[in-house]
């Protein structure tokens, strides 16, 4: 039986099985090793400052980020990290040791929380949320020590769906809402860590009852591009689902990417990863995918609960190989 977590509404399907996805055209990589350490470099932390109010369900919704900034000389690269959490909830706190390590070498790491299910919101709300927050951030530049000019996005699982959907609109300016249109929201380099990409597809390398569940009306996926009371399935509206695609947008001028997923992952199928890479390097975007071998979704004690199993799943994101990755790919293309 498919296993869910609830949010109180609505929930989460965890499949029980995960067929292997085509791994040729990835670099595999075993996630174990030695954790990260931090405290190594003094940061000043700026914590819940209100970047945006936007009108949602009839109401202002006051959105906020954490920022980190290293006490160092100089303007520096700028990373917004886009949190996980389904679609249904949007921490800014959350992964803080994650988040500290990447600031620790030079880079201002803004945290931000967007609108989710629960404040009546689709994917085009949290795109607008996320651009939003970039463009707060270079209109504020100076204060927070930022060069405008390098940014990048980082988001974990929902976060990294939105990371994917805000590199490949950088210039649609359509997806801009709110205050501070004066400013940019493009980025120069994304971070996709196992984020979904085609909606339709999230529960396609699981069991028959998760892609059940996930093809549901009711369905996260459904609720986040439709909006709620929904009578048929996402994979019913194609106009809809391709518009909430970030494969769709992908063009040459696409920033390079990054992108990570589990062999494992029991909540986002790894294959959804590989479409938005193979669809990147088609148009000739520089991407790399990474697969961890052995690894579950991040973030499972949030989700399911602080057993065992999923602190150790949760640490093998958390290694200096894995992070040491990321903050690779940070240096080759914003530099530190």
Not at 18 to 42: E, K, L, M, R, Y
Not at 215 to 220: E, K, L, R
């Amino acid at each position: 039986m498919v296993q869910t977590h609830d949010f109180s509404r609505p929930s989460i399907p965890y499949a029980t099985t995960v067929a292997g996805s085509d791994n040729s055209t990835s670099i595999v990589i075993d996630p174990t090793g030695p954790q990260i350490q931090c405290g190594q470099t003094q940061l000043t932390t700026y914590r819940n400052v209100v970047y945006s109010a936007l009108a949602t369900a009839g109401q202002q919704v006051p959105l906020v980020m954490d920022i980190q900034v290293p006490t160092t000389t100089g303007r520096k690269p700028l990373v917004v990290y886009v949190p996980g959490g389904g679609f249904v909830i949007a921490d800014p706190a959350g992964h803080l040791e994650q988040r500290t390590y990447v600031a620790e070498q030079g880079y201002v790491v803004a945290s931000i929380q967007y609108r989710t299910i629960l404040d009546g919101a689709t994917y085009s709300d949290g795109l607008a949320d996320v651009k939003s927050a970039i463009r707060y951030l270079r209109a504020h530049a100076g204060r927070y020590g930022i060069d405008p000019g390098k940014v990048a996005v980082w988001g974990q699982s929902a976060g990294g769906y939105l990371a994917a959907m805000t590199g490949v609109t950088g210039h649609r300016r359509e997806s801009d809402a709110g205050v501070g249109l004066d400013q940019s929201s493009a980025v120069q380099a994304v971070i996709d860590q196992f984020g979904p990409s085609d909606l339709t597809k999230i529960a396609a390398d699981f069991d028959p009852e998760a892609q059940a569940a996930w093809a549901s009306p009711t369905s996260i996926t459904t609720q986040y591009v439709l909006g709620p009371g929904r009578t048929k399935p996402l994979a019913q509206e194609p106009a809809a689902a391709a518009a909430a695609n970030p494969i769709t947008y992908v063009d040459s001028s696409a920033p390079p990417f990054v992108l990570f997923h589990g062999s494992e992952d029991h909540l986002v199928s790894p294959s959804q990863t590989l479409l938005l890479c193979d669809a990147l390097r088609a148009k000739g975007v520089d991407s790399t995918r990474y697969v961890l071998k052995g690894a579950n979704h991040d973030g499972l004690t949030a989700i399911l609960g602080d057993t065992p199993a999923n602190i150790k799943a949760d640490q093998l994101w958390s290694t200096q190989k894995v992070m040491g990755e990321i903050v690779s790919f940070l240096r080759k293309h914003l530099g530190s």
